[in-house]
């Protein structure tokens, strides 16, 4: 059973770049036909698809973010990226990665809580 | 941009019936799936493609999708079913897009 565990800063300077860690285990990254997505939740609030990445590295984002989104793969590791630069406080979630291959996200990360504060 | 409508709360007798519903545009048309969200907890996945159930998921969710709603039911309502619910679509312009959000409340 695949489980995914994301890792990275809890917190990070208004303008700065948050970079988060999406591993891996139970199942190879690069193998199937899954899309590798981050997704955030700020508090009391609902979810926010941020974008996703496929196993050849092509990615798709939300328009409302795409001009300050990345989302990369490193299958050495087992890994996937989320870099979002010029982050606010609006920016302060708790960011979600998650495996989809249908259109629906059959595996989640437990979540991290990033906060964006000077 | 397509927009998903829930309402913000739902509440059930314990051992009834909760319907949650979830509001787009021709949503029948497309496939929904739905997830349960505890507090601190990760989304878990409870119906996709409107009315199938991945495995450990009780009988008694079960899942509608017709004309501009689409209805998740929670029937014999326990008091473990408390949590948020959330709809979500594949839409080919923002891609995956989530419903607002409902909170049901087992009394």
């Known amino acids: 059973q695949v489980q995914l565990q994301e890792s990275g800063p809890g917190l990070v300077k208004p303008s700065q770049t948050l970079s988060l860690t999406c591993t891996v285990s139970?199942?190879?990254?690069?193998?199937?036909?899954?899309?590798w997505s981050w997704i955030r939740q700020p508090a009391g609030k609902g979810l926010e698809w941020i974008g996703r990445?496929?196993?050849?590295?092509?990615?798709n984002y939300n328009p409302s973010l795409n001009s300050r989104i990345t989302i990369s793969l490193d299958t050495s590791k087992n890994q996937f990226s989320l870099k979002l630069s010029s982050v606010t406080a609006a920016d302060t979630a708790v960011y979600y990665c998650?495996?989809?291959?249908?259109?629906?996200?059959?595996?989640w990360g437990q979540g991290t809580l990033v906060t964006v504060s000077s | 941009s397509y927009e998903l409508t829930q309402p913000l709360s739902v509440s059930v007798a314990l051992g009834q019936t909760a319907r949650i519903t979830c509001g787009g545009n021709?949503?029948?048309?497309?496939?929904v799936h739905w997830y349960q969200q505890k507090p601190g907890r990760a989304p878990v996945l409870v119906i996709y493609?409107?009315?199938n159930r991945p495995s450990g998921i009780p009988e008694r969710f079960s899942g509608s999708n017709s004309g501009n709603t689409a209805t998740l039911t929670i029937s014999r309502a326990q008091a473990g079913d408390e949590a948020d619910y959330y709809c979500?679509?594949?839409?080919?312009?923002?891609?995956?897009?989530f419903g607002t959000g409902t909170k049901v409340t087992v009394l």
């Open positions: 998650a495996r989809a291959e249908s259109g629906w996200f059959d595996a």
């Open positions: 493609r409107d009315s």
């Open positions: 990445i496929y196993n050849s590295g092509s990615t």
């Open positions: 979500q679509v594949w839409d080919s312009n923002t891609l995956y897009i």
């Open positions: 021709n949503i029948g048309s497309k496939n």
């Open positions: 139970g199942g190879s990254i690069s193998s199937g036909s899954y899309y």
